[in-house]
């Protein structure tokens, strides 16, 4: 079968009668099956799948089908599909079921997208590496002896690797642009309040994004459309109308660009990734865009704040998993104690102690305001240094990540060097705000290498038209080096 790019493409070979879905999910299943050793799905629903697909070929016949008839996606395992399991890649959720559909993924289905299967991920989306699930670590499809980046890194590489044509994930810290990255793959992670996360595992509940991997932007912007927007269900999700985002992806006029200096000049992000960036803002400049360099102000305290406000969240999160009523339970506990106790030693994983043990000194009564009221502050002059940034500039650019993937292992006895790796994505979380990461080139070893965009809060509308520009500035750029070459 042919490779789509686009949902497009896959809509007029089926309004042609030159595809079916049942082919299309067919191949889809095949391709699970040849990548098995990737490690990027952790369940398949190929019967549902099938069964969908022929429903969905009627409607195609009577053309009755919704707009995202043909769209096979995947849901990392954080995502809730009723009656189907949901474990965050964790053991304390052995053989739990999700009792109810999250609203995002509802909202797809609703519009006749089919879901092939649950994604391996970081534990409860903690991690940069995807090594951290009770499944297994997942392999880069580029390289096997990489990562393919945290936590939705099974999403990622079931998109790259061509197992669904999408996938969702969530983004905590850069949890779907980092992956994202490391694969060659489009990520966004939208505005904090445009998408409900009802029905979404909870890592640290004021930063939490819903977003889809893809491997164009029309798609992106198509489905987050389909997803966002205000839910009966979620209190934090905005009112705002939701733009028709996929029909607006027509940039025009030039951008003020600001791009962190340091980005392009610290000897701590890798030669290649910065001179691949550089590239891009020149290119960016010739084409008569205003780019300019900043310095982000408060930059440093980024990662700290990140850490201990999201360990704090999770720690108050996580307690809910106690194995009382479902889940895993020790068969070794002798009273109520010991049975929490040692549920939750048999059954999280180091990271996810870790990230509780941190929360929960955090929050301690003796540091409290030492640390977890600092760093809310914190988070706020974030915020209002972001806001006045955006006042004087349309975008902030920046790579999407320090190195390209690294190997498997390298940095698992390592947990900083590993929370280094979301020195450029956390910002977005801290404040809210939309960004993207899209494929820019690749390193001296094939390994992809991402650039990433950042909006004004809300701003999903002209992020998602720049960044269309912007794959297409690519794409002139790879064609000119092939004639050429
Ligand atoms: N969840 C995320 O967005 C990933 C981030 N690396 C974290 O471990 O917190």
Partial sequence: MKEYLTLADIQEDLRAGDLTCVKLVDHYLQKIESNKHLNAFVEVYADEAKKAALALDEKIATQTAGKL????????????????????????????????TATAVQRLIDEDAIVIGRQNCDEFAMGSSNENSSFGPVLNAADNTKVPGGSSGGSAVAVQAGMCHASLGSDTGGSVRQPAAFCGVIGVKPSYGRVSRYGLIAYASSFDCIGPITKSIEDAALI????????????????????????LLMWKGNARIGYIREAVESTAISLEIRQQTLEMLNRLRAEGHEVTPVEIPLVDA???????????????????????????????????????????????????????????????????????TKAQRVRRLVREETDKFFESF???????????????????????QMYLADIFTVQANVVGNPAISIPNGVDDNGMPIGIQVMAPYFGEEKMLAFAHYLSGLNKKVAEEYDTNH
């Fill in 302 to 372: 980024l990662l700290p704040t990140y850490y201990i406000l999201t360990t704090a969240e999770a720690s108050s999160n996580l307690s809910r998993f106690d194995g009382v009523r479902y889940g895993y339970r020790s068969s070794e506990a002798t009273d109520l104690e010991s049975m929490y106790k040692k549920t939750r030693t048999e059954a999280f994983g180091e990271e996810v102690k870790r990230r509780i043990l941190l929360g929960t000194f955090v929050l301690s009564a003796n540091y409290y305001d030492a640390y977890y």
């Fill in 394 to 416: 349309d975008f902030l650019i920046s790579p999407v990540t320090p190195t390209t993937a690294f190997t498997i292992g390298e940095k698992t006895e390592d947990p900083l």
């Fill in 69 to 100: 008839a043909g769209l096979v996606i995947g849901l990392k395992d954080v995502l809730s599909l009723k009656g189907h399991g949901l474990q965050a890649g964790s053991k304390i959720l052995q053989d739990y079921k999700a009792p109810f």
């Fill in 224 to 247: 987050l459309e389909i997803m966002a927007g205000a839910d009966d269900f979620d209190s934090t999700v905005s009112e705002k109308r939701v733009p028709s985002y996929s029909s």
